[in-house]
């Protein structure tokens, strides 16, 4: 077995606990919500008419949006309630995966009550039977195979879903397929998806004993499923039961730059004694809010984000007045700290390639915008709707002929085959100097600083330990450094795990 395919595998009993915990909560919930509507529906085609609609309505929803839907809904009525509600975590997985699960549950539960023979029905009338009686005699065993049908396809929804919890901070099999494409590590994204895929086929096929038991009659075929199932969510579960001391979340964006950080850091905090845990592929607002809660516990943010999407200013400072204002700012609104600045920046630049960089004399953004209209646009999936893409927008009379959003990974390689002609490129990136590509000049000075911060939650900036462990990274990085270990990550040759790649950073710093 390789190193790659061993540190996969290390990763995998913890994340596999956290996966089957919210896929199992979720699944039970969404019964517990499923079956009373569903008997309501059954009795009244009007309620079921309802019921169906607007479970159906959900489903059109794509899990990913349905997620990231309850982010901002979760933060507004902790503000109502005064706090203590987390939009972060378990609880947005939850919620979204519950709703998500609701509809085979209720559609299978109704179709299973209402085609129950009409003379059963009346033979349990004849016997004098009340609603209930009838209900838990007669209708439901009826049914069961039919409402076990719905929670198979439910629990396969689910679970395959799940993996999308990465993006709200909860722990799950997709920790591994996320990083694994955004790093370009298909080991970790082959292991996440052939875990998941086993998990989901288990379950289907122990839910399928347990409806064959239930068809057939044969109560033995039941209690070994539900036997078998409660095992395995023991077992399966126990990494989770494990109780560690000095626990510490650190946070992460959804790129390489982002998973080396946060590895360099959890190295010197592992060394401090504290017990790590990562929360990788995290959006800027829900991360910067996570820490602000204390659900993270440190993470790197870039100035101009924090400048532009946080503290919603369109203004220009100098770098170290920018700084300035954002560390009073952060302290003053969330009670977190700017440890500091790390020495190096990672701003947007736009690239081209060198061939059309020559062929339409392009130095500057003056010089794109001259030519955008024939050009095609590739960006990461956030910046189109951020406030540096309309302050861009404003100094520069840029309208491309067509826009594309790319996972990271997949940006640099678009505008080398030439399925786009530009990139909104990150400047510390390796890739920009291996591929050739050309930044254009931003002479109107649109795009904000970008120097990357380390932030440390309410709770960690006054643990003296905690702090002294991270100093020495402040003002450590050189942006030469940085572009080099970033390229061990993203080349395709000979690459470099975040982790090994981070053990060589830290090597750096003390040359």
Known sequence: MTGSWQQAFARVPELLAAHVQISVSALFLAMVISLPMAICAARSPKIATVVLTVASLIQTIPGLALLALFYPLLLGLSALVGGGISAFGFLPALLAL????????????????????????EAADGLGMTSGQKLY??????????IMAGIRTAAVWTIGAATLSTTVGQPSLGDLIFAGLQTQNWTLVLTGCLFSAALAISVDLLLGLIERGIRERRRILVVAGMAVIAAGLLIATLPLMIVRDNI????????????????LIGSRLEEAGYTVQYRDGLGSAIVFQALSASDVDVYVDYSGTIWTNQMQRNDMLPKAAMLDQIAQWT??????????????ENTYAFAVRPEDARAKSLRTLDDLARVSSDFNFGTDVEFLERPEWQM???????????????SPTFMYPALA???VDVISAFSSDG??????????EDSKGAVPSYEAIMLLAPKRSSDDIFVAALNPLVSAITVENMRKANYMVDRQDDKKTPRQTARWLNDRLRE
């Open 331 to 344: 302290s003053a609104n969330h009670g977190v700290k700017m440890l500091g600045a790390l020495g190096f």
């Open 431 to 440: 890739r920009i100097a291996a591929n050739g590509f050309v930044i254009l």
């Open 392 to 406: 861009v927008q404003v100094a520069y009379p840029i309208r491309f002929k067509h826009a594309r959003s790319f």
């Open 248 to 263: 510490v979340v650190i946070g992460a964006k959804n790129f390489s730059e982002q998973y080396i950080l946060a590895r």
């Open 417 to 419: 085959s030439g399925e």
């Open 137 to 146: 005699y007669v209708e439901a065993p009826l049914a069961a195979p039919t």
């Open 98 to 121: 519950t709703l998500y699960a609701l509809l085979p549950i209720l559609r299978n539960a109704v179709t299973g009550l209402s085609g129950v023979d009409p003379a059963a029905k």
